[in-house]
Nanobody, 115 residues
């Protein structure tokens, strides 16, 4: 099982980034996919989720209206489009796959929002 995040980096406030998470080794289309983020000294925070068929999405209040989660089950990939980025969005972003008792994590990608 592998989840590989990409797309992180340094961006100025107000800018945009698109994170990708490529999955392999499990039946991607059967899993809810989540994006979490974590900063040093804080618990991992759920940012966004999307159900297996992509029909339902949900977002943390702090990112509603700025972030959009999507998935392409044909490509086994989930995305997080991040717009109007703020310094407080700085964190390591993790991809998570969840189904019943199974949970898989990626290694994380750093997003830094700074001028």
């Amino acid at each position: 099982v592998q989840l590989v995040e990409s797309g992180g980096g340094l961006v100025q406030p107000g800018g945009s980034l698109r994170l990708s998470c490529a999955a392999s080794g499990f039946t991607f289309s059967r899993y809810v996919m989540n994006w979490y983020r974590q900063t040093p000294g804080k618990e991992r925070e759920l940012v966004a989720l999307i159900t297996s068929a992509g029909g339902v999405t949900n977002y943390a209040d702090s990112v509603k209206g700025r972030f959009t989660i999507s998935r392409d089950n044909a490509k086994n990939t989930v995305y997080l489009q991040m717009n109007s980025l703020k310094p407080e969005d700085t964190a390591v972003y993790y991809c998570n796959a969840l189904a019943l008792s199974r949970s898989y994590w990626g290694q994380g990608t750093q997003v830094t929002v700074s001028s």
